[in-house]
């Protein structure tokens, strides 16, 4: 299924997955679904033209963090948010990034409750240049707010927090006919004020899942990065069992947590030249190969002065947050590193191994 705001990285065996950060230009895989869904209650909508956004689970590169649901005002009049969501593909779990388009798209049929219930959006609705409320699934102050509507949902309701398409125990839903032409549709991505709210649910240690275990203290917010104040609303409880990534099972056994420093990668593997019959082929590939190791070991050996360095820098701080600002930042190059290294290997290997062509034999 081709998703225009999906890109890929292929993480290799068990857990090599990169920060989703900024909504970077790569593709996010974890060995390990998300939490299930917290329980919480939606803050009131804090004024005309703001759109729900509900709350996800992201990845960091060591462990889930929550990202609160929050009100946002979209980039233009007509658009919709079509949430992000996490889905079973090839042996991993791969996190596909929302978009703000004029029709809602598919979202891998997560209940993520106040009018995403799984297809479309209920909450609410454009008419005239002005967007409309449905009072029957969102919070709105009629006082402040006079575009309002009720509608009654039927099977709204909760039945599940799966926070997860496919794979064992994940949703079974699949795109309709409308959500796939959506698709096709002009896109948008996540507004600056979407990005800078998730920057800050990033460094929030307490949003992680191993601190919150599912339930975390600020689960949504009245407006992005305001995760202070009366407005926060924090979860009533977590939706289902939690189990951390150190001890979570993964086909028997237990994930390996993945390498935070240049240091803690094991060591590079040198690829066994192929033996093709050609010896010029074969002493080329050996040329190639020890150039690419060449350069792969120089990068590791930069990346790794520059990551003793700000650790260095780091332990003089007492500020714990900017420590582990640091860590994760560390994480996320030492992952990034290790792909890229491995996809250059893959790449090479492929040259060489692809069967040289052969000249059509005169009939």
């Known amino acids: ?9 292929f993480f290799a065996l068990v857990v090599l997955a990169i920060s989703s950060a900024a ?11 998300p939490p299930a869904l917290p329980v919480y209650e939606q803050p009131i909508c804090p004024g005309d033209g703001y759109i729900w956004t509900p709350g996800y689970w992201a990845w960091d590169g060591g462990d889930y963090y929550w990202v609160p649901g929050t009100w946002v005002l979209g980039p233009e009049v007509g658009y919709l ?10 042996g991993v779990f791969l996190f596909h990034e929302g978009f703000w388009g004029p029709h809602i798209g598919f979202y891998g049929g997560i209940n993520y409750g106040f009018g995403y219930f799984g297809v479309g959006f209920v909450g609410g609705r454009w008419d005239g240049g002005h967007f409309f409320y449905n009072r029957s699934v969102t919070n709105i102050n009629v006082i402040n707010i006079h575009n309002v509507y009720n509608e009654t949902i039927v099977n709204r309701e909760v039945v599940n927090h799966i926070s997860y398409n496919g794979g064992e125990g994940g949703i079974t839903a699949r795109p309709t006919a409308q959500e796939e032409i959506a698709e096709h549709d002009r896109h948008v991505d996540a507004v600056a004020a979407q990005r800078e709210h ?17 339930r975390p203290p600020i689960a949504a917010t009245a407006r992005p990065g305001e995760f202070s104040g009366h407005d926060i609303v924090a979860a009533r409880e977590a939706g289902g069992e939690y189990h951390a990534p150190s001890t979570r099972p993964e086909q028997g056994r237990p994930v390996a947590a993945p390498p935070t420093h240049v240091k803690d990668l094991p060591p590079v593997e040198r690829p066994a030249a192929p033996n093709t019959g050609d010896a010029n082929l074969d002493r080329r590939y050996q040329q190639e190969q020890d150039k690419l190791s060449s350069q792969q ?21 007492a500020d714990q947050a900017r420590q582990q600002q640091t860590e994760q930042r560390h994480a996320q190059q030492t992952q ?23 000249a059509e034999k005169p009939r």
């Open 297 to 317: 070991d120089k990068e590791r050996q930069k990346l790794q002065q520059r990551q003793e360095k700000e650790d260095q820098q780091a332990s003089k701080r």
């Open 1 to 9: 299924m081709s998703i225009r705001s999906v890109r890929k990285v």
């Open 198 to 214: 998730v920057e800050q649910a990033r460094g929030n240690p307490q949003l992680r899942a191993a601190a919150n275990h599912g």
């Open 336 to 358: 990034q590193l290790q792909q890229r290294h491995q996809q250059q290997q893959q790449a090479m290997q492929q040259r060489h191994s692809a069967p040289a062509p052969h």
């Open 23 to 33: 909504f970077a230009q790569i593709r996010i895989t974890v060995a390990f679904g």
């Open 81 to 90: 948010w079509t949430p992000p969501w996490w889905g079973w593909d090839s």
